[in-house]
């Protein structure tokens, strides 16, 4: 039994230590596109999470999609100086931000929905007290939400969320405390 | 409801308020139970969204990932140039490559009789103990195993300035580790040669290096051309 156990301890290593993905990365920037599906598979649960929270579950595949194809046109430029998975981290999240204004939304709407903070803020009926917490965060308004999905969620500081979303980090952390305010009536009790 | 006080309490879990804000509001969560108890709420909200599990997509992508990047690869580069065969590329002179995918094959079917073998003897179809000609199969496999093996080294060995340096470092750590655990497999394999299930352990790992192997092969050619 001791030797079963050692062999999947070994196992696990071997696994993670041939996810090479720096190898496939270089592999791929020189069209082979099964190194690109290779990569695909280890980070498409990732990517496709941050979309559904940044873009909203309706539009999530399409946005993983768009990552994955500009990831592919972008490859060239990965000089493997940080983990692939955090270059594509980044990229996704500049696709998604560039995908919501091509839409047509401005950044306006960071400081619009306050009927729907009231709402989410309200005491939930009985029923909706086991709400899904990933549902009351795609109902937070768009500002709120993005800048709790990438500080909360995803580990950025104020001022890369302000960076990245072109507002002020005041204004990020304003926008913060409301989102949590408003999630914090559905957690599980 | 917002007043002064619950609008400082995101910065307090935060670590964002002055030495002069976080004593005050300190002072005063011991007298408020109301902003305390939404402390404690944040917190948890705080947790949760730091907690939240991926979930895969429903449906799988990458058929219309791989429809959108061949249409562009199409367009872009109609000349199938750097999607030829590896065999075809003459760069290197590299027989070492079609001998050691045979040698990948070879292996595979081997591992898979081994295995097939011993997990009859496990469901007692076959009596224990390795028949003569399973041992030679073993022996045969490890001999055709480490041939390929010397032929792809040789030649990343050959190539290697072609890489960055990082890539080569990741190369080297792998394989490092990899021989480690062919070694460690092999050790207990040894105390139980018997087993289907270590049999296959050490197979699969075997072919871990193979795969390696010729994966930085193939980086070698690619960044050649």
């Known amino acids: ?189 | 409801m917002p007043d002064k006080w619950t609008e400082l309490l995101s910065g307090y879990i935060d670590d964002e308020l002055t030495g002069e804000e976080r004593a005050q509001l300190k002072a005063h969560l011991v007298e408020c139970q109301e902003c305390a108890t939404i402390l404690g709420e944040l917190r948890r909200v705080v947790g949760r969204a730091a907690g939240l599990e991926d979930r895969p997509p429903v449906t799988d992508l990458w058929p219309d990932v791989a429809r959108r990047i061949g249409a562009r690869v199409f367009l872009a580069a109609p000349a199938p140039k750097r999607r030829a065969p590896l065999w075809r590329r003459r760069v290197f002179s590299l027989p070492e490559l079609a001998a050691a995918a045979t040698v990948l094959m070879v292996l595979s079917a081997g591992v898979t009789a081994i295995v097939s073998t011993g997990a009859q003897r496990d469901l007692g179809i076959i009596s224990a103990g390795p028949a003569a000609d399973e041992v030679s199969l073993v022996s045969n496999v490890d001999d055709s195993f480490q041939d390929a093996v010397a032929d792809l080294q040789g030649v990343l060995r050959e190539g290697r300035h072609l890489l960055d340096s990082s890539t080569v470092r990741l190369i080297e750590e792998n394989l490092t580790q990899i021989d480690r655990a062919i070694q460690e497999a092999r050790e207990v394999l040894a105390s139980d040669p018997a087993s289907s299930y270590l049999n296959s352990h050490l197979a699969n790992t075997m072919r871990r290096k193979l795969q390696l192997l010729g994966r930085a092969n193939e980086l070698i050619l690619a960044q050649s051309l």
Request: charged content about 30%; overall charge negative; proline content about 2%.
């Open chain 1, 1 to 189: 039994m001791k030797g079963y156990v050692a062999v999947a301890e070994l196992s696990r290593e071997v696994d993670s230590i041939t996810a090479s993905d720096a190898v496939d990365a270089e592999l791929a920037a020189s069209g082979d596109a099964h190194a690109f599906e290779r990569l695909y598979r280890n980070h498409v649960g990732r990517i496709h999470n941050l979309a559904r929270r940044m873009v909203g579950p309706d539009d999530a595949d399409e946005a993983a999609q768009d990552v994955f194809v500009r990831a592919w046109e972008k490859l060239h430029l990965f000089r493997g100086e940080s983990a692939f998975g955090t270059w594509l981290h980044r990229l996704a999240i500049n696709v998604m931000l560039g995908k919501r204004q091509t839409m047509g939304i401005s950044r306006e709407r960071m400081h619009d929905g306050e009927g729907v903070f009231e709402t989410l803020a309200s005491r939930p009926a009985q029923t909706e007290l086991g709400m899904d917490f990933e549902v009351a965060i795609a109902k937070l308004p768009e500002g709120a939400r993005r800048v709790f999905v990438l500080h909360d969620v995803e580990g950025f500081k104020h001022h890369e969320v302000a960076e990245l979303l072109g507002i002020t980090s005041g204004t990020s952390k304003a926008q913060l405390h409301r989102a949590r305010m408003a999630l914090r009536q559905h957690l599980d009790r």
